[in-house]
């Protein structure tokens, strides 16, 4: 079962928006404004998986925005309609394609770079250094006095093989412990998640359930299936503290990481909320030839909760700008004394 969610997954990323097109909009659609709109707002009311959890009156959004679009209006109008109706979701993952523009969500963007618990400057001068390494996506280096390992993960979007991660421990194998730094990482290949929890030792445990929507009402979904660890009992794995840092700019395969991992017996979570984005998008054609795309899946946690606006970390530690005027950053140095604590 988890084999084959994988793959539907995978299906959904690089299901090609011309294939959409075919899915989702037939040959004969009228391309005027109205239509468009129309067209746009029932696709979201009939395949949108999260009116539930982003508490949006869909109906309510039609009937305020609809009485905007005329058929005589212009291009750059009706995108800004189309854009407006999509931001109620606040949704990073519902996004739509123009001719010459693209329109996301603003709640994200804000959350994103007005809540960050990051500093770029302070990572790289006082943990990263200019002796650092760097081995596919991950920059690395030791700290605490060569304690312990710190890890810059950027983006899922870059690579996190296997080998990158046993050469990264190579260089310094004594380590108690390693802080994986994930924040600010707006998500990328789900295929990165796995990789590297196949790093970590597993016992088989649950990590999430997960549904896609199959039906019309908001309230239509199919069977909810079991995700479980990657099986790594022929590898040799990770089996001292790891410790992940997350904030509010971790989306999409950051957030599902962060979900994930908080299954695993020699992980902890630390940092602030990630800003979520658990739903696997699919897209398709509007009449007139713009795309869009938005979540079609919910994701449910071990513990029944849907955390599709944010994954909540096991300890909450906010960046100091008094330790950041001074090159320091509290929660990478809390995480690192945490490290040595749990193992001295």
């Not at 618990?117 to 200019?130: G, I």
């Not at 081995?135 to 990158?164: H, K, M, P, W």
């Not at 790093?199 to 979904?221: D, V």
């Not at 946690?301 to 994954?311: F, H, K, S």
């Amino acid at each position: 079962m988890v084999k084959i969610y994988r793959t539907l997954i995978l299906c959904f990323l690089s299901l090609p928006l011309v294939c959409c097109e075919k899915i989702f909009m037939p040959d004969d659609a009228e391309s005027s404004p109205t239509a468009t709109f129309d067209y746009l707002w029932r696709q979201v009311d009939e395949r949108y998986s999260l009116f539930d959890v982003k508490d949006v009156d869909w109906q309510a959004v039609y009937d305020s925005l609809r009485p905007q679009v005329f058929d005589d209006m212009s291009n750059d109008s009706l995108f800004s309609v189309l854009g407006k109706m999509l931001n109620t979701l606040n949704d990073g993952h519902v996004d739509l394609w123009g001719n010459n523009d693209v329109s996301s969500s603003e709640a994200i963007f804000l959350q994103r770079y007005g809540k960050g618990n990051f500093d770029a400057n302070t990572v790289a001068l006082t943990y990263l250094r200019a002796n650092h390494h760097t081995t596919g996506g991950f920059a690395y280096n030791s700290i605490a006095d060569g304690e312990v390992l710190y890890i810059r993960y950027s983006s899922f979007s870059n690579s996190a093989s296997r080998q990158a991660f046993t050469t990264a421990l190579g260089r310094f194998p004594n380590v108690k412990g390693i802080v994986f730094d994930i924040r600010q990482n707006g998500g990328g290949a789900i295929q990165n998640e796995w990789n590297i929890m196949q790093m970590l030792p597993s016992h088989g445990q649950l990590l999430y359930y997960t549904q896609i929507k199959n039906g019309k009402a908001h309230s239509a979904f199919g069977e909810l299936n079991a995700v479980f660890a990657p099986d790594n009992e022929d590898n040799e794995t990770f089996d001292k503290p790891f410790i992940l840092l997350t904030d509010r700019g971790c989306y999409s395969a950051a957030s599902s990481f962060a979900l994930c991992l908080k299954q695993y017996d020699n992980v902890i979570v630390m940092g602030d909320t990630t800003a979520g984005g658990l739903a696997i998008p699919a897209g398709g054609a509007l009449p007139n030839g713009w795309y869009y795309r938005f979540g079609v899946t919910r994701t449910i946690a071990t513990d029944g909760v849907n955390y599709e606006n944010g994954v909540p970390p096991d300890h909450i530690v906010h960046l100091d700008p008094a330790a950041t005027a001074i090159h320091h950053d509290n929660i990478i140095d809390s995480a690192a004394n945490l490290i040595i604590k749990i193992n001295p």
